[in-house]
């Protein structure tokens, strides 16, 4: 069983910086993949960024490259995602989510999925 929960978010101006949390309790191996995806209200959910765990490879959206920097610390099973230069068009509901199946063959479907924390950037 792997509990996924995420913490930080809140209410920026655009231009601000906040940071994310999401740690991963129970099996998640090295080599797996933990990741943030949001979701605007009306909008499909998007894939923000990603990381293979205990690895160094990262995965960026377009809309976020430059941006948004995510970092693991694989001692805690845990990844940040630092947001800088929000815009309002960052708005939305950020979900961290893990798996044991490598970032490469992930799309969406990952396994675990944390509840969510709310992002507000106003303008």
């Known amino acids: 069983q792997v509990r996924v929960v995420e913490t930080g978010g809140g209410s920026v101006e655009a231009g601000g910086s906040l940071r994310l949390s999401c740690t991963a309790s129970g099996y998640i191996y090295k080599g797996g993949c933990m990741g943030w995806f949001r979701q605007a209200p009306g909008k499909e959910r998007e894939r923000v960024a990603r990381v293979v765990v205990g690895g160094t490879t990262t995965y960026y959206a377009d809309s976020v490259k430059g941006r948004f920097i995510l970092s693991q610390d694989n001692a805690k099973k845990t990844i940040y995602l630092q947001m800088n230069s929000l815009e309002p068009d960052d708005t939305a509901m950020y979900y961290c989510?893990?798996?044991?199946?490598?970032?490469?063959?992930?799309?969406?479907?990952?396994?675990?999925w944390g509840q969510g924390t709310q992002v507000t950037v106003s303008s």
């Open positions: 989510a893990a798996d044991n199946i490598p970032c490469s063959r992930l799309s969406s479907d990952f396994t675990y």
